[in-house]
């Protein structure tokens, strides 16, 4: 802050003071508290553009990386990197473990193209979807510079709209939602705001729906990543508004590029979303038990960037293989120190506090163990009703 010469400066109290006022239990101002939050977001954004590396650009985080995120709210190390903007693929590449998966161009393109034809002729299509054709629909101008304008740009267009209580359509709008103190941005298909108040999520896929039913997987992932925008709108708190659970689903009808829709209810995904987002660690906390240095650059060298990644826990699960790229890292080091998480969250929530292979094999042959474990007591029992089996099977021979 410049100063003119000759003039005293205004009394600012620093963040720092601010916090050491608080834990003396002495009184802070409102306006300290708020220098207080400013100065921790800005540095929580410097050290995450720290650990990303200084000239990487951050990737997005959306509303499929965040549904993966609630499916296994355990993994630090997922939600750090995704927080820090870290392009996950290209640190798995560094490593030797890239992921063989990931959307195709074909059906990049594909669902590109569903969606310009749903939206087509003014949005015709989806008013007609909608059943909102023939009404006065309004259709709100979103642009605003940055995503904070344009997240204060969405907010306002759907209060007018709600206020105004008639149609209206709102064409990739950009919604925020806190992620273990982290902001993420999200931009679902569209928001229609209805009449009475309600606003609908529309989703839009490129998979078909088939004599009126569709691959339960595809629908399943699709209702996942509408809960989360749902949530978002919910966290929005506009008077008079309601976000409904139940989200359009717009797909390709049969095997034509006529577009149908289904209304999904998202109630479930959404409970359980909520309830896994609750769960995270906070970022700032796992940034701050990492080691002064650390950086997940894919240029440090594959040495380096091996130390960053094992420096931050996993929680890998066979799940992971469908949702992370940097899934088949997290296997082999699992694989290599003998974790039981390899065999799957049922196996690995039955065996307690056997944590390793070799601790449960020990545990099943008698050498180590507490009897008194049920873990303990199950594998012997089983092991010892496999010899009885093996025995018996030998003398029939």
């Given at each position: 802050?410049?100063?003119?010469?000759g003039?005293?400066?205004?009394?600012i109290?620093?963040?720092?003071?601010?916090?050491?006022?608080?834990?003396?239990?002495q009184a802070?101002?409102?306006?300290?508290?708020?220098?207080?939050?400013?100065?921790?977001?800005?540095?929580?954004?410097?050290?995450?553009?720290?650990?990303?590396?200084?000239?990487?650009?951050p990737?997005?985080?959306?509303?499929?990386?965040?549904?993966?995120l609630?499916?296994?709210?355990?993994?630090?190390r997922?939600a750090?990197l995704?927080?820090?903007g870290?392009?996950?693929?290209?640190?798995?590449?560094?490593?030797?473990?890239?992921?063989?998966?990931?959307?195709?161009?074909?059906?990049?393109?594909?669902?590109?193209?569903?969606?310009?034809?749903?939206?087509a002729?003014g949005?015709?299509?989806?008013?007609?979807?909608?059943?909102?054709?023939?009404?006065?629909?309004?259709?709100?101008e979103?642009?605003?510079?940055?995503?904070e304008?344009?997240?204060?740009r969405?907010?306002?267009?759907?209060?007018?709209?709600?206020?105004?209580?008639?149609?209206?359509?709102?064409?990739?709008?950009?919604?925020?939602?806190?992620?273990?103190?982290?902001?993420?941005y999200?931009?679902?298909?569209a928001?229609?705001?209805r009449?009475?108040?309600?606003?609908?999520?529309?989703?839009?896929?490129?998979?078909?729906?088939?004599?009126?039913?569709?691959?339960?997987?595809?629908?399943?992932a699709?209702?996942?990543?509408?809960?989360?925008?749902v949530l978002?709108?919910?966290?929005?708190?506009?008077?008079?508004?309601?976000p409904?659970?139940?989200?359009?689903?717009?797909c390709?009808?049969?095997?034509?590029?006529?577009?149908?829709a289904?209304?999904?209810?998202?109630?479930?995904?959404?409970?359980?979303?909520?309830r896994q987002?609750?769960?995270?660690?906070r970022?700032?906390?796992?940034?701050a038990?990492?080691?002064?240095g650390?950086?997940?650059?894919?240029g440090v060298?594959?040495?380096?960037?091996?130390?960053?990644?094992?420096?931050?826990?996993?929680?890998?699960?066979p799940?992971?293989?469908?949702?992370?790229?940097l899934?088949?890292?997290?296997?082999?080091?699992?694989?290599?120190?003998?974790?039981?998480?390899?065999?799957?969250?049922?196996?690995?929530?039955?065996?307690?506090?056997?944590?390793?292979?070799?601790?449960?094999?020990?545990?099943?042959?008698?050498?180590d163990?507490?009897?008194a474990?049920?873990?303990?007591?199950?594998?012997?029992?089983?092991?010892?009703?496999?010899?009885e089996?093996i025995?018996?099977?030998l003398?029939?021979?």
């Amino acid at each position: 802050m410049y100063v003119p010469p000759g003039s005293s400066a205004p009394s600012i109290v620093p963040p720092r003071a601010s916090r050491r006022k608080a834990r003396l239990g002495q009184a802070v101002s409102p306006r300290d508290a708020r220098l207080s939050r400013v100065s921790d977001t800005h540095d929580l954004r410097e050290r995450l553009a720290g650990l990303r590396g200084p000239a990487v650009p951050p990737r997005a985080m959306d509303a499929r990386a965040l549904a993966a995120l609630a499916a296994n709210p355990g993994c630090r190390r997922r939600a750090l990197l995704d927080a820090a903007g870290v392009d996950k693929g290209a640190v798995a590449q560094a490593l030797g473990n890239p992921a063989p998966f990931g959307q195709s161009q074909f059906a990049f393109a594909r669902g590109h193209a569903f969606e310009a034809r749903v939206k087509a002729d003014g949005y015709a299509e989806l008013l007609r979807l909608l059943r909102a054709e023939g009404g006065d629909v309004a259709l709100p101008e979103l642009a605003a510079p940055g995503p904070e304008g344009r997240v204060a740009r969405t907010r306002m267009a759907l209060e007018e709209a709600t206020a105004a209580g008639r149609w209206a359509l709102l064409d990739h709008p950009l919604l925020k939602l806190e992620v273990a103190g982290s902001p993420a941005y999200l931009e679902p298909d569209a928001v229609a705001v209805r009449p009475d108040g309600t606003w609908t999520v529309v989703e839009i896929k490129s998979f078909p729906i088939l004599d009126g039913s569709a691959d339960s997987v595809k629908v399943g992932a699709a209702a996942r990543q509408a809960a989360v925008y749902v949530l978002a709108l919910e966290g929005l708190g506009v008077g008079g508004a309601r976000p409904s659970h139940d989200i359009l689903l717009v797909c390709p009808k049969d095997f034509s590029n006529l577009p149908t829709a289904q209304l999904v209810d998202v109630r479930k995904q959404l409970s359980v979303t909520r309830r896994q987002l609750s769960r995270l660690t906070r970022i700032e906390e796992i940034a701050a038990a990492l080691p002064e240095g650390t950086t997940f650059d894919p240029g440090v060298g594959q040495d380096k960037l091996y130390e960053a990644v094992d420096a931050v826990p996993a929680a890998y699960a066979p799940e992971c293989l469908a949702a992370c790229e940097l899934a088949f890292h997290c296997r082999d080091r699992a694989r290599a120190c003998g974790s039981v998480e390899t065999l799957g969250r049922g196996v690995r929530g039955e065996l307690g506090s056997l944590t390793t292979v070799e601790q449960v094999l020990a545990a099943a042959l008698g050498t180590d163990g507490d009897p008194a474990d049920p873990a303990v007591e199950a594998l012997r029992r089983a092991a010892a009703l496999r010899a009885e089996a093996i025995e018996g099977a030998l003398e029939c021979r």
